[in-house]
């Protein structure tokens, strides 16, 4: 096909970016959008500082607006995220012990009720590990100990059962340390039924990123039951290098029959999170650039 998402709709999959609200309105950042993209998922606004900047205080403006206006389009929209160490909103980084509990159940539990039916598959918890295999010493783990993951996933199960329920990093990008935690805890979860369904691989990489063991990396995820979704694909770099990243992590999701999807974070290097860098697949003029092309070339023959 000759879009992103028809050519990754051919095999089931979608192809997703990361987007901002205000960007909505700007022709060319969402022609490039409703083109060539199937999913999209909010870059900021439904984290925890924007959906709940006081207690039991939701404000859902800039999720429905994304919904809405992927819905009007016939796209998926994943959900991010629901529980994260950053951008937690001011009156959450003191709480201790079960008032922190408390509200991060109430939280997750509001925020997945009010999207339930409208998200494909939610990043419950993100970057919860160190990259030795540990757990991140957040404020989390440290006030609610290491159950406080398989709370979140049973409080996301109760409010949406039907969405895939993600956990979500970095630095996975292969067979290492983090990557390896990551595996323990979700053989164990799967072993005990705790409802997780899927393991997003962030893939913020380089052109010069070592891929060598990326699929053999998703291929023992799946392996233990769960879909892997490529969450937050970006590449630093320009040309054939960058290009050759973006054609091996596509080829790797489509060579693994449970990647569901590929996200890239963000449409245009023109709006982009890593600064001074042009990791995406459109220039800032909104050019296709030689990695579009790898992409598309790659979910074609997959
Ligand atoms: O909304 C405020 C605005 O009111 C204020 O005037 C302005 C001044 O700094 O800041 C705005 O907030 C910024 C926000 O993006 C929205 O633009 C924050 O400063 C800025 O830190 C925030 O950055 C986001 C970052 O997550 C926060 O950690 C990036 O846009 C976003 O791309 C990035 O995304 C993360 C994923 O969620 C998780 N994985 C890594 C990825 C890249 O860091």
Redesign the pocket.
Same mark, same amino acid.
């Given at each position: 096909a000759e879009t992103l998402g028809a050519s990754a709709a051919e095999s089931g999959r979608y192809f997703g970016a990361?987007v901002?609200p205000n960007l909505l309105n700007d022709a060319s950042y969402s022609a490039a959008l409703s083109g060539d993209f199937n999913s999209v998922v909010a870059? +900021?606004v439904m984290?925890w500082?924007?959906t709940e900047p006081n207690p039991g205080q939701f404000n859902y403006s800039g999720g429905d607006q994304i919904v809405n206006w992927a819905q009007a389009r016939g796209m998926e929209v994943r959900g991010?995220?629901l529980v994260?160490h950053?951008?937690q909103p001011g009156w959450v980084q003191g709480l201790t012990g079960n008032n922190l509990r408390n509200a991060m159940l109430n939280h997750i539990t509001n925020v997945a009720d009010h999207f339930e039916g409208d998200i494909s598959s939610w990043?419950v918890v993100?970057?919860a590990f160190e990259w030795d295999g540990s757990r991140r010493q957040s404020n989390l783990q440290q006030q609610l100990g290491n159950g406080w993951i398989e709370e979140a996933f049973r409080a996301a199960d109760a409010a949406d059962p039907g969405a895939t329920l993600c956990y +979500?990093?970095?630095s996975t990008d292969g067979i290492n340390a983090k990557s390896t935690g990551i595996y323990n805890m979700v053989r164990d979860f799967k072993a005990r039924g705790v409802p997780i369904d899927c393991v997003g691989f962030?893939s913020?990489l380089s052109w010069n990123s070592d891929l060598s063991t990326y699929q053999a990396n998703l291929q023992r995820f799946a392996d233990l039951g769960v879909d892997v979704e490529i969450?937050?694909l970006d590449v630093g770099g320009s040309g054939s290098g960058q290009a050759n990243v973006y054609r091996q992590v596509t080829q790797a999701c489509m060579a693994v029959a449970r990647c569901t999807g590929i996200t890239t974070?963000?449409i245009t290097d023109r709006h982009?999170?890593?600064p001074n860098d042009t990791p995406l697949l459109w220039d800032s003029n909104y050019q296709k650039k030689e990695a579009y092309y790898a992409v598309l070339e790659a979910l074609n023959n997959g």
């Open positions: 990361a901002v870059e +900021n984290k500082d924007a991010h995220t994260w950053a951008q990043d993100n970057e +979500n990093d970095y962030q913020h969450t937050e974070w963000g982009t999170w890593r």
